[in-house]
């Protein structure tokens, strides 16, 4: 949102398990009219889902640029090591979207994997805090809103929620401005969207 503004421009999806974030996650990198988008995949649901091949080096994921799609198997460079294969593809995502203009996209799907309410990558920070003056906006997606970091919820732009009947989850999307007798309440599939610069809301449904 925003393109060239140094509005924050981080995108937060929140709900239970099943009620259709990465859904929403998917379509929305396939709609948005993107330079790139970067996907950190280590469970291959992404490249499965999206039918696309999911790439492994330094190479590999240069040349995906130009297709637009950089799908990172974390498991071909880093065995055994996730956490340093996130925060490389965090800093690789960073670096490459500084080359050009256009809106980049980086999704992290299951965000609670890799940072919490006390500890976040400087890597994925970094992306957070100033990924916006390189025209690059993290779309995250996590059951529990209550343990992302500041860093994250403080630059987010847009909160989506998906139903969820986690009591700490919707205390955390009341604190986020969210409307929770709505969200408690939406039928699995459906979402309604804030917007903390605009005060906007949206809803909709996947399924
Ligand atoms: N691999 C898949 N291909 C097609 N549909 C799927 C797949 N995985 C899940 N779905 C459908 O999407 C629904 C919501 O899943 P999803 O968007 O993955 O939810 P969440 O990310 O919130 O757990 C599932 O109930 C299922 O019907
Ligand atoms: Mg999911």
Not at 115 to 143: D, F, H, K, S
Request: proline share 4%.
């Amino acid at each position: 949102m925003g393109d060239h503004t140094l509005e924050p421009a981080n995108t937060l999806l929140v709900g239970m398990t099943g009620s259709g974030k990465s859904t929403f996650a998917y379509r929305y990198l396939l709609n948005a009219p993107a330079a790139c988008r970067f996907i950190f995949d280590d469970l291959g649901r992404a490249a499965t889902r999206l039918k696309v091949r999911p790439v492994g080096t330094v190479k590999q994921c240069e040349d995906a640029l130009a297709s637009r799609w950089v799908i990172f198997n974390p498991h071909v460079m880093f065995p055994g090591a996730t956490r340093d294969a996130f925060r490389w593809f965090c800093k690789w995502t960073y670096e490459v979207s500084k080359r050009g203009p256009g809106k980049k996209l980086l999704l992290v799907d299951e965000i609670w994997q890799w940072q919490n309410n006390l500890a976040i990558p400087q890597e994925l920070a970094l992306v957070c805090q100033t990924g916006r003056e390189e025209n690059l906006e993290l779309v995250c997606a996590t059951q529990m809103p209550h343990k992302i970091n500041s860093s994250i919820t403080g630059q987010s732009t847009e909160l989506v929620c998906f139903r969820t009947d986690e009591r700490l989850a919707l205390d955390a999307v009341r604190d986020l401005r969210g409307d929770v007798a709505k969200v408690e309440n939406l039928p699995m599939g459906h979402w309604i969207s804030y917007n903390r610069i605009t005060r906007g809301e949206l809803a909709g449904r996947v399924f």
